[in-house]
């Protein structure tokens, strides 16, 4: 197996990544995170090479899926010496005028984040054909110079849901999501079947809150901003009985965590699951009761498509992160690895080796075909 879930569970957490600011910012785009020297060795290596990126809302430092594409496009800087620009959307209004802006400005590559800009970038790449696009987390474009980025994120979710239903004391986990998408609720059916699967497998009885795959309803705050709506939603959770929850939201993620800091320090045992980096190392806070992650290496995807383009070999055929080729996983336990059996480490060790061959199929309407 390319990458044990042993490695993930036992080893040190994924690296922090680099926050540079590209050379060329747009006015009125917002502030990408801080700058930092790109030093590689390869600096200037392709200097009349330039990778672009559009933020989806939530801009570059939403310490989720904005983020962890902005660093692949900043590790692509220091290993192949390209020059970058970047712009951040506050909000859907932004999305033409962004990407526009970056055709006007030349980019040899856009990388544009989300499903949200689908529209946009399918129109403006028609419009552009000499222009390649990259287009995280979306599938539904079939032209020439775009190549989607996608994930079954389901696989790795479903590790997550059996873990928190292994570890719950109170029989009880949660999910809700930012809005009713398919790159969203692909994570919560994975960890609904998780859940599934360890009532099947030990017979007990562990609910799940806020998410129902089978009528494909459950809870969502309807935007990736509202911190205040994810806080009420898991307080809500908490008081229902709800021990582990897991936001599927981008920075609405952030009031999860500030509930579940809070249920710690009035008694209560409350951990949360992040989702697509390694909330231990990017969510900033309450990194100590984040049971695990589930992760999505789009900043490896982001940095192999633009080394592809530089090469002069890019194609539009997907690529698809699973948990077999790395571009999914199950993040560390880091804090909470004592409250982890070894006997639940080996189970989830099969498990995902299960998945990778076939064995167990992790359902999901949204997993990529």
Known sequence: MKNSLRRFSRGTGLSAAVLGASALVLSGCGAPPAEESSGGSNAGANSDYLGCIVSDEGGFDDRSFNQSSYEGLQKAKT???????????QA???FIPNVDSMVQGGCDLIVT??????DTTKSTAEANTETNFAIVDDNSIELP?????????AQAAFLAGYASAATSETGKVATYGGINIPTVTIFMDGFAEGVAYYNEETGEDVQLLGWNKESQNGTFVGNFSDAAAGKTNTQNFINEG???????AGP??????DAVIEANSGGKDVKAVWVDSDGYETAGKGEEFILTSVMK?????V???ISTDVDGEFDNTPYVGTLENGGVALAPFHDQEANVPDDLQSTLDDLQEKIISGEITVGSDASPE
């Open 303 to 305: 940095e192999d498509v």
């Open 113 to 118: 984040v989300g499903y949200n800009l689908a």
């Open 145 to 153: 110079n775009v190549k989607p980025i996608i994930y079954d994120t």
């Open 252 to 257: 609405v993620g952030s009031g999860t965590l």
């Open 242 to 248: 709800a021990d582990i929850i897991m936001p599927v």
């Open 79 to 89: 290993d192949l010496g390209i020059e970058t620009n970047e712009a951040e959307s």
């Open 297 to 301: 290496l789009m900043g490896d995807a």
């Open 92 to 94: 859907s209004t932004d």
